[in-house]
């Protein structure tokens, strides 16, 4: 192979960008080097000439190759999908905290520890002391509203 040769450069280009899929997965990186290989086809058959219109084809078949058959190899590779809980409010709803500033009386907020963190609280509008176990019924802004547990403690 020459130092010149712009085929052996693309097949080069396209073999790596391939082989770059094993480490960085996604289905994105082998398109770009499948569209190296239209390039470096286009090239050797004699249709376009240069570096400048090697890059525009492979710019042009980049984006042909992904928006064509992205979503199909998606489709039959498969892959992680998870879907969680969008609805932060059923996460909190139910969970136990510790109080730990007074919460209360009337509207006054107070503080609990909470998954790792403390929060605001807000109670039923009686006194709720510091180390009380409290259940979250729901969040009012960024306070959580909080009522004791019937045994206290």
């Not at 052996?8 to 391939?18: N, Q, R």
């Not at 992680?80 to 905290?97: C, F, G, K, P, V």
């Not at 802004?141 to 019937?150: G, K, M, Q, R, T």
Request: proline share 5%; hydrophobic share 45%.
């Amino acid at each position: 192979m020459m130092s010149s040769d712009p085929v052996g450069y693309w097949i080069i280009a396209g073999v790596i960008l391939m082989a770059a899929e094993l480490v960085i997965p996604g289905g994105i990186v082998v398109f770009l080097g499948s569209a190296c290989l239209v390039v470096a086809g286009a090239l050797w058959t004699g249709i376009i000439h240069g570096w400048v219109q090697g890059l525009t084809l492979w710019f042009i078949s980049s984006i042909v190759l992904l928006l064509s058959f992205r979503q199909l190899t998606q489709r039959m590779m498969g892959g992680d999908s998870h879907i969680d809980n969008t609805d932060e409010e059923l996460d909190l709803y139910n969970q136990l905290a510790q109080v730990k500033e007074t919460i209360g009386p009337g509207e006054k907020t107070g503080r609990i520890h909470f998954q790792g963190a403390d929060w605001p609280a807000l109670g039923d509008g009686s006194v709720i002391p510091p180390g009380v176990q409290v259940r979250i019924i729901c969040r009012d802004n960024i306070a959580l509203v909080v009522e004791p547990l019937p045994d206290g403690k």
